[in-house]
């Protein structure tokens, strides 16, 4: 399946599906006539060497540790030296092979490598795969904060393999299904009910199903993105449930003890309540959204992470410390309905608190 992101003057094609890497073969060979180089993760490699190397057989090879502490800026000087020391030119590509962490360190050292070359995107999680791969926002973590210091700057291609899948650890997998159950939940009822029916085969990693659900998830992105590259407006839909799972991610210091995916997971669905409680989406919607998440096997409430604490006090702290808050009035993203989300400012802070009291003594 191919999807197409057509921004004015870079359009670029997104292939998804079991072989799409091979698939992407020709196009590979064009921009990676002039001299390139892979950055990988090194777990991917590991288990995914061989077909990296059947494709791209000769590009060097530059490999960096797994894990989120990859987005500093150590690595950043060290993999953008390494890129120059490999002779990558402008007209050349940076092929980014591994999850999030890969794609936006990479990313990051395409968009300033001699002023900006090309970047080649193989995704190898469902969450880089549905999310963090198209879009073009790249970063490196600091110690004021997470992506704080990135560009925009958009891939020439994303090859979305689907066979990669196979070796993600199950929860990582769950991880990355919080972030298509978003698209669903922010502007598509009808892929909502489909994920309803067909989530199993998704998880399953049944090749049609999978293949669809990340065709339809990028093409909600890219036509999100499209209409809106640098976030001014509709981009922020697509921060459904962040705010609320950024505040839970912050509470547990984000050292492994819940993912993002699994914060937005809990996030989504507290937005859902929220938006129940102000009289936003009907009565009963809440808690027929959090019955999806939760059949899939993601956390839906506070009470679901028990070892993260949740002091209604510093969740608030950290919302108002998230980057989508501006000049002190909490914007929240919000449910009309399931299937469609709404930009909603100047959220009254004391009403959150109380929100977040209730969640709190949620069993
Ligand atoms: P990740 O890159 O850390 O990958 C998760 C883990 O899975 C790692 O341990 C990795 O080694 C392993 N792994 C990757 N592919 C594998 C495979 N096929 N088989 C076995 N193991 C595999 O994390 P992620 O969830 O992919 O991405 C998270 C990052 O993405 C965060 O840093 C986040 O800020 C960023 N992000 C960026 C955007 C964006 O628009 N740029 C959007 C969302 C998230
Ligand atoms: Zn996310």
Same mark, same amino acid.
């Given at each position: 399946?191919?999807?197409?992101?057509? #921004?004015?003057?870079?359009?670029?094609?997104?292939?998804?599906?079991?072989?799409? &890497?091979?698939?992407?073969?020709?196009?590979?060979?064009?921009?990676?006539?002039? /001299?390139?180089?892979?950055?990988?993760?090194?777990?991917?490699?590991?288990?995914?060497?061989? =077909?990296?190397?059947?494709?791209? /057989? %000769? &590009? /060097?090879?530059?490999?960096?540790?797994?894990?989120?502490?990859?987005?500093?800026?150590?690595?950043?000087?060290?993999?953008?030296?390494? &890129?120059?020391?490999?002779?990558?030119?402008?007209?050349?590509?940076?092929?980014?092979?591994?999850?999030?962490?890969?794609?936006?360190?990479? +990313?990051?050292?395409?968009?300033?490598?001699?002023?900006?070359?090309?970047?080649?995107?193989?995704?190898?999680?469902?969450?880089?795969?549905?999310?963090?791969?198209?879009?073009?926002?790249?970063?490196?973590?600091?110690?004021? $904060?997470?992506?704080?210091?990135?560009?925009?700057?958009?891939?020439?291609?994303?090859?979305?393999?689907?066979?990669?899948?196979?070796? #993600?650890?199950?929860?990582?997998?769950?991880?990355?299904?919080?972030?298509?159950?978003?698209? $669903?939940?922010?502007?598509?009822?009808?892929?909502?009910?489909?994920? +309803?029916?067909?989530?199993? =085969?998704?998880?399953?990693?049944?090749?049609?199903?999978?293949?669809?659900?990340?065709?339809?998830?990028?093409?909600?992105?890219?036509?999100?993105?499209?209409?809106? %590259?640098?976030?001014?407006?509709?981009?922020?839909?697509?921060?459904? $449930?962040?705010?609320?799972?950024?505040?839970?991610?912050?509470?547990? @210091?984000?050292? *492994?003890?819940?993912?993002?995916?699994? *914060?937005?997971?809990?996030?989504?669905?507290?937005?859902?309540?929220?938006?129940?409680?102000? +009289?936003?989406?009907?009565?009963?919607?809440? %808690?027929?959204?959090?019955?999806?998440? =939760?059949?899939?096997? #993601?956390?839906?409430?506070?009470?679901?992470?028990?070892?993260?604490?949740?002091?209604?006090?510093?969740?608030?702290?950290?919302?108002?410390?998230?980057?989508?808050?501006?000049?002190?009035?909490?914007?929240?993203? &919000?449910?009309?309905?399931? *299937?469609?989300?709404?930009?909603?400012?100047? @959220?009254?802070?004391?009403?959150?608190?109380?929100?977040? *009291?209730?969640?709190?003594?949620?069993?």
């Amino acid at each position: 399946t191919d999807v197409s992101v057509d #921004l004015p003057g870079r359009e670029y094609l997104v292939r998804i599906g079991p072989g799409a &890497l091979e698939a992407c073969r020709p196009e590979l060979r064009r921009l990676t006539a002039k /001299p390139s180089a892979i950055v990988a993760d090194e777990a991917v490699l590991a288990q995914h060497e061989d =077909a990296l190397r059947k494709v791209l /057989p %000769e &590009l /060097p090879l530059i490999t960096v540790p797994s894990g989120e502490a990859t987005k500093s800026w150590q690595s950043y000087a060290d993999v953008s030296e390494k &890129l120059l020391e490999a002779g990558v030119e402008r007209g050349g590509s940076v092929v980014a092979f591994g999850g999030g962490v890969t794609g936006d360190l990479a +990313g990051f050292c395409a968009a300033t490598l001699r002023r900006g070359c090309r970047l080649v995107m193989l995704p190898t999680t469902l969450l880089s795969q549905v999310d963090s791969s198209v879009g073009g926002k790249t970063a490196i973590n600091t110690a004021s $904060g997470k992506n704080l210091v990135g560009a925009f700057h958009q891939p020439s291609l994303v090859a979305i393999d689907t066979s990669f899948l196979s070796t #993600l650890p199950k929860r990582e997998l769950l991880a990355g299904y919080a972030e298509v159950i978003k698209y $669903g939940a922010l502007g598509d009822p009808q892929f909502l009910s489909w994920l +309803g029916e067909r989530g199993d =085969a998704v998880l399953a990693l049944e090749p049609a199903a999978l293949t669809e659900a990340i065709a339809v998830s990028c093409r909600a992105k890219a036509a999100i993105v499209t209409e809106d %590259e640098t976030e001014r407006g509709r981009r922020a839909l697509l921060n459904l $449930g962040h705010t609320f799972g950024h505040a839970i991610e912050a509470e547990g @210091q984000y050292d *492994g003890r819940i993912l993002h995916g699994e *914060g937005v997971a809990i996030g989504m669905v507290m937005a859902a309540r929220f938006s129940e409680r102000e +009289g936003h989406l009907s009565p009963g919607e809440a %808690e027929r959204f959090e019955a999806l998440v =939760a059949r899939s096997g #993601l956390p839906t409430r506070l009470a679901d992470v028990p070892d993260i604490p949740a002091d209604p006090g510093r969740l608030l702290l950290h919302m108002r410390q998230d980057k989508k808050v501006d000049s002190g009035a909490m914007t929240l993203i &919000l449910l009309k309905r399931l *299937g469609e989300a709404f930009v909603a400012k100047d @959220q009254d802070e004391a009403r959150i608190l109380d929100f977040l *009291g209730e969640e709190a003594q949620l069993p």
